[in-house]
């Protein structure tokens, strides 16, 4: 539980827990973004994919 105790911290080590935190949340809003995407296209695939064989049906 070392991260509850409070700490004095240089102002290079308070930015660089900042950069680390920023770069943690773009990746991971990235990879979000990105699963949605491919989902996305998933379902577009298959709706032409349906277009494309409905006279057949």
Do not use: M
Not at 3 to 21: A, G
Not at 46 to 52: M, R
């Amino acid at each position: 539980d070392n991260q509850k105790q409070p700490k004095i911290l240089s102002l290079r080590h308070i930015i660089d827990e900042y950069l680390t935190f920023q770069e943690e949340l773009i990746t991971r809003r990235t990879q979000y973004d990105l699963r949605k995407a491919r989902e996305r296209e998933h379902l577009l695939q298959g709706l032409l994919i349906a277009q494309d064989n409905i006279d057949e049906v």
